[in-house]
């Protein structure tokens, strides 16, 4: 199993980003996916989930607004558009898999793991 993510880079506030995420050997569109973040000196915390079959989709209260997740699961695909990005936004973001039904926001409950990729916001 592999979910690659790509995307990270430097942008000044207010500016926008679109992360994407690729995963390999296992059934894409059975999973629940998922970004989360972690900032330094601090936990891993949720960001946005999405159903296997993009229905449902939850967002983190700071997120919300500017941030959109969406699959593609013909390309076995996750992408997180970011806009209004603040620097507060500035973390290493994962994509993550999970096999569940409904999206969760506990990081223990996910199956698989990106590698990461990091967010700078800064002027």
């Known amino acids: 199993v592999q979910l690659q993510a790509s995307g990270g880079g430097l942008v000044q506030p207010g500016g926008s980003l679109r992360l994407s995420c690729a995963a390999s050997?296992?059934?894409?569109?059975?999973?629940?996916m998922a970004w989360f973040r972690q900032a330094p000196g601090k936990e891993r915390e949720f960001v946005a989930g999405?159903?296997?079959?993009?229905?449902?989709?939850y967002y983190a209260d700071s997120v919300k607004g500017r941030f959109t997740i969406s699959r593609d699961n013909a390309r076995n695909t996750v992408y997180l558009q970011m806009n209004s990005l603040k620097p507060e936004d500035t973390a290493v973001y994962y994509c993550?898999?999970?096999?569940?039904?409904?999206?969760?926001?506990?990081?223990?409950?996910?199956?698989?793991w990106g590698q990461g990729t990091e967010v700078t916001v800064s002027s």
């Open positions: 050997a296992f059934t894409f569109s059975y999973y629940v």
């Open positions: 999405i159903s296997g079959n993009s229905i449902t989709t």
């Open positions: 993550a898999a999970d096999a569940s039904l409904t999206i969760t926001t506990t990081v223990s409950r996910y199956d698989y």
